[in-house]
């Protein structure tokens, strides 16, 4: 699963970790392939990105396997990353002389021959190559939106990418989950795009909401995902229930390697009860979204302030 939008900032790698770690955690065997030069989700993840590590470039450029290279996270031993560094800045341009530039990861994905239930993509903000890359390697996308004015905009030259890709590149990509990120409670904005994007993309949406929470931002600067970090606050809760609703819409195959395993999938997660009780319940709150409001705020002002 590839999670992209070519918005800068938007909550891809914050949802690319939190989730990750979120079924890895429930017993999921999870790889997050880092593919932005910034190498966020490597932080998040704990990993070390620095230069000179072996990382995704050397996966896309030099031809080394992904086994290679990926390092399995503090967070779980469920959880592998392969790093990005500052060297995959490079590889948008180097990729462009390379033989078949826009199945290099797809290649590389097919030959992970470890056994893995979730493949997990975080895009850099651009549409380019590594972009295209993720999205041939993929079977489907996760777009995580952020509830803000502008959230709509530019949204229609991803899906164009994402129709051009299915048309001459990967027949079997579709667009599957849609993530409301950033969700404001106190704003009636948030209320709006919200339902607005509801309307648009249907039963894509996930019920559950990511509210906008200091805790999540405070998270990577630990090296931790906000599950780990702070596992009761809203937007660890939130993203528990994110990850099981996926799972229990089960694993819609990456390739070879999670159809056999996919199987597996929604029974392996769902049910840490503490939290998966409490994210039920906000859950279902958030399908409405007025209701979302309240319940957000009253949770926020009771757990955490
Ligand atoms: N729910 C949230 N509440 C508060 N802050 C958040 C939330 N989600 C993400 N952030 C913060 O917003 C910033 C952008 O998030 P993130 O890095 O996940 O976005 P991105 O789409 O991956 O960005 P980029 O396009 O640069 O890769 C980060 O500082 C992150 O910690
Ligand atoms: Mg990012």
């Not at 295209?132 to 993929?138: K, M, P, R």
């Amino acid at each position: 699963m590839c999670i992209a939008n070519q918005k800068g900032g938007v909550g891809k790698t914050t949802t690319a970790v939190n989730l990750s770690v979120a079924l890895a955690r429930h017993g999921l065997k999870v790889l997050v392939i880092d593919l932005d030069p910034q190498g966020n989700a490597s932080t998040g993840l704990g990993v070390d990105h620095h230069a000179g590590v072996p990382s995704i470039y050397d996966v896309l450029i030099n031809g080394q396997s992904i086994v290679e290279v990926a390092v399995t996270s503090a967070a779980s031993p469920n959880l592998r990353c392969t790093p990005a560094t500052i060297d995959l800045a490079g590889a948008e341009i180097e990729l462009v002389s390379v033989v078949a530039r826009e199945s290099r990861l797809r290649k590389a994905v097919a030959a992970y021959d470890s056994p893995v239930d979730y493949v997990l993509i975080d895009c850099p903000p651009s549409l380019g190559l590594l972009t295209v890359n993720a999205l041939v390697a993929a079977a489907e996308v996760l777009i995580p939106i952020q509830c803000e004015y502008y959230a709509l905009e530019g949204l229609g030259q991803l899906l164009s990418s994402i129709e051009l890709v299915t048309a001459h590149l990967n027949e079997a990509l579709r667009v599957t989950t849609v993530l409301l990120t950033m969700y404001d409670a106190r704003t009636r904005l948030a209320d709006q795009v919200a339902g607005e994007i509801r309307e648009h993309f249907g039963d894509t949406v996930l019920r559950a909401v990511v509210p906008r929470s200091v805790r999540v931002s405070e998270a990577p600067g630990f090296g931790q995902s906000v599950v780990t970090y702070d596992p009761t606050s809203r937007g660890a809760r939130s993203y528990l229930a994110a990850a099981a609703e996926l799972a229990e819409r089960g694993a819609h195959g990456f390739g070879p390697t999670s159809t056999d395993t996919g199987d597996q999938a929604p029974a392996g997660v769902g049910v840490d009860h503490s939290a998966a009780t409490d994210s039920a319940a906000t859950d279902s709150a958030a399908t409405d979204s007025a209701a979302t409001d309240s319940a957000a705020t009253d949770s926020g002002a009771a757990s955490r302030h």
